[in-house]
């Protein structure tokens, strides 16, 4: 804990509440030649639950306590004074009194509710990734591990094509493991919000070469040679389209990809299509986390993260990503780019 962070901890709700029980106070006094006295403590009724939904039932309760304060001090006669000459008065200051109790009481039980419910799901979050990582990082392990005690243990009986081979299974396996790493680390970040973003003029061929490259695929790519530069971070708009490369590798069924880009309304728009069995009838879903397509031995693979994070990264620069059925079979993914001109246009 650093220093003076249990002092701060008092301080600073204690100092909020008091602003805002005096904010109140101050629109009370406005509506004052309207409303009688017994009315305007229900503009102190919004800063008890701030406090109670906010800090929790001791602010609450101090919020209470300024707002009882604060109506019979400006409010009720003698005014500027804490006497109170009418005892219809005194019951209502009571009667808010104990109503300031109640509501700091019920807004403190919603507060502990939404605060129960936000540690369920990060606990169903985390038992979720780790299921995932369990299955998903054992296998390239294993793969790994096997190949080099096949090399080690039976150099002899290995021919330079089979060694050749074993080498090239455990570089495609760790590049998976490294992968599947980078998608932890990523999805890690996600959840604290701490993804750097960083636009500037790029270029779409760069784009597409780099998540290719990132890839290894053999996508067939048709760009027109007049595309504007768009407004993207090249490190997450690469890693987008790398994700959503990699979902058509493995849900396409070893269909054909294909990339091309069209420009519309000052939007550069990437589409990535193949030829398998389609995104059934519900393609949205699949931009959640965790959600799996399934292949055909009935294995889950992958996290489910691959296309929940390619749709963050998109929009964490200004961009989008949606997916569609494709006319005639198959899928197709949309990746949205602001036009550089556009996005400078909206910045100014």
């Keep these: 804990m650093p220093p003076f962070a249990s002092w701060r901890d008092v301080v600073r709700p204690a100092g909020v509440t008091v602003a805002m029980v005096a904010v109140a106070a101050f629109a009370a006094s406005f509506g004052e030649q309207w409303l009688d006295p017994q009315s305007l403590s229900l503009f102190f009724v919004v800063p008890i639950v701030i406090a109670a939904m906010r800090y929790g039932l001791g602010p609450a309760l101090g919020a209470s306590v300024l707002s009882v304060v604060a109506v019979n001090f400006l409010f009720v006669e003698p005014r500027f004074t804490f006497a109170v000459a009418r005892p219809q008065d005194l019951g209502a200051l009571l009667l808010f009194a104990v109503v300031g ?35 998903d990082l054992r296998t390239p392990l294993a793969t ?85 530069l768009v407004s993207a971070d090249p490190a997450l708009a690469t890693r987008a389209l790398a994700n959503v490369l990699s979902n058509a590798s493995k849900y396409g069924e070893g269909s054909p990809v294909s990339i091309s880009a069209r420009l519309e309304n000052h939007d550069v728009i990437i589409e990535v299509g193949d030829r398998g069995p389609g995104l059934g009838e519900n393609p ?65």
Excluded at 105 to 134: I, N, P, Y
Excluded at 285 to 296: H, I, N, P, S, Y
């Design 144 to 228: 790994i591990v096997f190949t080099l005690q096949s090399l080690q243990k039976f150099a002899a009986d290995h021919d330079a094509e089979a060694r050749a081979e074993l080498l090239d299974l455990a570089e495609g396996e760790a590049r998976r493991l490294s992968g599947l790493v980078d998608t932890l680390l990523s999805a890690s970040r996600i959840e604290a919000g701490q993804i750097p973003v960083r636009p500037e003029p790029t270029s779409v061929s760069e784009i597409v070469a780099a998540a290719l490259a990132d890839t290894g695929s053999d996508a067939a790519v048709s760009l027109p040679d007049d595309l504007p």
């Design 284 to 348: 949205e879903r699949l931009f959640q986390k965790f959600v799996r397509g399934v292949e055909a031995d009935g294995r889950a693979p992958g996290l489910g993260l691959g296309l929940a994070l390619a749709r963050t990264f998109m929009e964490s620069q200004g961009g989008a990503l949606t997916a569609a059925n494709r006319d005639g079979g198959g899928a197709v993914f949309f990746l949205s780019f602001a036009s550089w001109t556009k996005a400078q246009r909206h910045g100014d």
């Design 101 to 135: 109790l109640l509501v700091s009481f019920v807004a403190q039980r919603a507060r502990m509710a939404d605060a129960a419910r936000l540690e369920a799901a990060r606990e169903r979050f985390k038992a979720e990734l780790l299921a995932g990582v369990s299955h």
